[in-house]
């Protein structure tokens, strides 16, 4: 079998730091993900005109992000399977060539059924991607650079959120919707092109069977999961039912796995593995605490708050702020400070500015301003630092097995934060306001499952890391 070229560092680089070799694959894989960032954000905008373009009702329209939601969730545990068949690099290659299929047929879409069709296919493109990026920036450049190569590609999803709907606005008062989707043709075209030229044939030499039975149950588990928690607001009962049988069918899937070990689709003998079970106990404590964060603080603010539309954004933009810098400090202070000091520390960054937001001083911008910056640079590292710690001691296939569980923990954990604050606030499906109590204790209960992350802190561990030159294909 041939090895993969394994990425040479600068003379002088400490091997945790990125090296200037190291960043045509960065940027290869950045542009690949900014693509579903950047379709979620602009399409949230216009959803409204699109309906009215196709004549489709809103409740039709919004099938457009639950089927992207539903076919994404669906698709992630095919990841690790397609790595061991194909190679990391080809499934990458596929995945944003079908990503942009679907773009381009969203474009020309003329029905509301066809768009929904064509952004499900993007869904599955998204679920297979965002697992398959992991595995490859583990196995290309090593464990040790993981974090600073996420940390880095982290960038856009905070500046994205942000741009976007200044982007999207404007390309409805120009020119037209279609051009969100066409817009995705040059970043999509870029990607492949940097892809080809700085991603390695990562292949780790693992070929199985699908597991047919394995993959059903998942699938079904986390849609049905994943489509009840997002609608647990909803006054009718058909969430409860699918919420119901999604839960039924996850919990099948760890018995079928455990019966057929080696074969299963996702290897839950991963979490035999103590520094890999702390790792997803951290990433879906932080999950639930940072989308739940993204659901409630847009209504907590102009609701409790009573901050106008361009003030609530200013300080959600602090918020990402302070995910942004403190993400890009992350490797050097880990390298002086160790895992456990950071993460405690940013536990305590994340809870003390989750507090300087309760009703006392939701009020007072000076102090808001301070707690959305202290709450988004911890709450931003904790969640990098659980992902890049998830991989201590695995090699060869596990890391591809790992990168998908891992998705599917961050998945459970947005949908649960997500559903947690909608009960608390009272939100319904008529769009009524919450109570200022609701609201209060949604963002305790956040600032709880904060806290709870303290527990889950990665341990220091005595144990090989994994080089880049160390894997075969």
Partial sequence: MQSVAPVKTTEGTPDELLAPVDRPLVYALMFGAVLPLLDATLLNIALQDIGHALGAPLSQMQWVITAYTLAAATAVPLSAWLCGRMGARSVWLAGLWLFLAGACLCAVAWTAEMLILSRALQGIATGIMLPTMQTIVVTALGQRKTRGALSAMSIPSVLVPILGPLVGGASLLLVDWRVIFWAHVPIGLLALHLTCRAIPDIRDGHRTDLDMTGFVLL????????????????????PWVSGLLGSAALLAFPVHAWRTPGNAILDIRLYAHAPFRRSCGLL????????????????YLTQLGHHGLGMTGLLLALHGVGMLVARQLLPMAARHCGDLRVAQSCVLLAVVGSLLLLPPWVDDLPIMAV?????????????????????GGL???????????????????????????????????SGSPGSTAG???????????LLLCGAACPVPQRCRVTKADDTTQ
């Avoid at 202290?374 to 710690?389: E, K, P």
């Avoid at 609201?439 to 499952?449: D, E, G, I, Q, R």
Wanted: hydrophobic content about 50%.
């Fill in 284 to 299: 879906f404590l932080s999950s639930v605490g940072y989308y739940g964060g993204l659901f409630l603080f847009p209504l």
């Fill in 439 to 449: 609201y209060a204790s949604a963002h305790v209960l956040l600032t709880v499952t």
């Fill in 395 to 429: 090699a060869g296939p596990q890391v591809a097995q790992a990168s998908s569980l891992t998705r599917v923990v961050t998945l459970l954990g947005a949908a649960i934060g997500a559903a947690l604050v909608a009960m608390l606030c009272g939100s319904s499906s």
């Fill in 371 to 391: 707690g959305m910056v202290l709450r988004g640079a911890g709450i931003g590292v904790l969640t990098i630092l659980a992902m890049s710690s998830a991989y």
């Fill in 219 to 238: 699938g079904l588990g986390l849609v049905g999961c994943i489509y009840s928690l997002s609608t647990v607001a909803s006054t009718t009962g058909s």
